[in-house]
């Protein structure tokens, strides 16, 4: 049995899930909704308060797919209850992030500064010029958006400027060796 996968989700009170015919999983919760199609061969239980997932035998697909659709289940739970977000730091001397109304504004060393765009219901909040939060319901949107601002400039082992995630550590490397 998937260690993962025969464990319970809870669901916490004020939210609510629904289950179609065609295993279309559909999470409300006080910060959203949430809907994620599980695979046909899963079947989803929703008793009471808790949700189980069950598969059909135990083929090394099925056994891959139990742990995956009840660990895209909880994240969706996890978003709708408590939301998601990835914190970046931007080091390098006059590098700096802002926030433009619904744009997050990068200068990182270019000629011209980096616009990013807000989208699919991922935030940023920028609390000081060299810390970046992104937020939102959906784990794999915000991951996303989190990976695309890093890959402005990533940090580089040199001098370690660039745009890392806050729990990162840059392995630095020691320059040109003079005679």
Same mark, same amino acid.
């Given at each position: 049995?998937?260690?993962? /996968? ?10 609510? %899930? ?6 279309? %999983?559909?999470?409300? /919760? ?56 990835? &914190?970046?730091? %931007? ?10 109304? !619904?744009?997050?504004?990068? &200068? ?17 909040? #920028? ?6 939060? #992104? ?6 949107? %915000? ?8 890959? #402005? ?22 320059? !040109?060796?003079?005679?």
């Amino acid at each position: 049995m998937s260690r993962i /996968g025969r464990l319970p989700v809870e669901l916490p009170s004020g939210v609510t %899930v629904s289950v179609s015919d065609d295993n279309l %999983v559909d999470v409300k /919760g006080p910060k959203g909704q949430l809907a994620q199609k599980i695979h046909k061969d899963m079947s989803i239980v929703v008793d009471g308060n808790t949700i189980l997932v069950e598969r059909p035998s135990n083929s090394k697909p099925h056994k891959s797919l139990h742990g995956l659709s009840r660990s895209l289940i909880s994240n969706m739970v996890d978003g709708v209850t408590k939301g998601f977000e990835k &914190t970046l730091e %931007v080091n390098g001397v006059g590098y700096r992030a802002q926030k433009q109304g !619904k744009k997050l504004v990068l &200068t990182v060393g270019y000629s011209h500064p980096v616009e990013i765009p807000e989208e699919g219901g991922v935030e940023f909040d #920028v609390p000081a010029p060299n810390r970046i939060i #992104v937020k939102g319901i959906d784990k794999q949107k %915000v991951g996303a958006m989190a990976a695309k601002v890093r890959g #402005v400039r990533e940090p580089e082992p040199y001098k370690g400027k660039g745009i890392k995630y806050d729990y990162e550590r840059i392995i630095r490397k020691e320059g !040109k060796a003079g005679k």
